[in-house]
């Protein structure tokens, strides 16, 4: 039964659909003689009988009907994956735009570009670094082709999106510090009133989040010194101007050797990073390679710190 091949199934599937070994021979371009002994090994290896045939006529037997279903199915799979693989070869130029959060333009996108510039050095890709609203804003008035982040579920009815991770919420603070070094399981937010405080601003989907966290003290939800990104942010911390939250991805792409991190265990936080596009619209091509490139090396961010990947989905791209 291990042995059983693709030209014996698609031969069984042709007889089947034609219900005559004459009609199918002739659209498989072999003789009936050869397709009659194609089916006969078929029926030997899996040790039932498929067909009834007579002198006038060729039908499905009852194990027949159920094994067709299923080859049809499993044929119907592989013929669209290789369609898939035929459509990527096939593509040697377009232009995709994608808008997205900070952190999942620098710590996934931009990675997934070094494969897609070795197969397909001809693509173009523009990328714009938004807060949530502007990249659900820039799907919907279509200056982009998908976006990357935080959802805005103000337009969830608008748009269809697949689930990526989930991105803790992190305690930072310069290497060293009390807060970190006493802390190491996990930071209460309640700690962080003792200590000056920098937030993000209230564009920012962090700074909306913190503000509406009633367990926050004063002065993370009222912030003395608020930035509009997090670039400015490690540069506050770095000059030793408070403590502040990110998330486990901003810290991984960031890198900075002068500020660290523990998880924010109360409350846990979390943000949903998706992929996401305009509901009722399909992809190009060339844009669904791109999608499928930024998904696979989502996949490898299994395991990293504060971050924890959503199921895999049978079809990764719209």
Known sequence: MNNISLR????????????SFSGAAAKLFITRS????????LELQLGVRLLDRTTRSVQLSTTGIEFYEEVNQVLSRLNNALQRLDDINSIDSGHVRIAGAPSMLHGIVIPSLSQLRRTHPNIKVTLHELGANGISDHILQADVDFGVGALNEEHITQLSCLPLLKDRFVVIAPVGHELLNHNKRGISIADLGCYPYIGLTSDTLIGRVLSATSAAPENVREPIIRVSNTSLLCSAIENGLGVSILTSLSMKYLKSRKIGSTLLSDPLIERDIQMFWRSGRSLSPVAKLVWNEIYLETRKLKGEFG???????????P
Do not use: D, H, M
Request: charged share 20%; glycine share 0%.
């Open 8 to 19: 014996q199934l698609r031969a069984f599937q042709e007889v089947a659909r034609a219900q």
């Open 34 to 41: 050869a397709l009659s002994e194609t089916i006969k090994q």
């Open 307 to 317: 971050i924890t990947l959503c199921e895999a989905p049978n079809v990764a791209s």
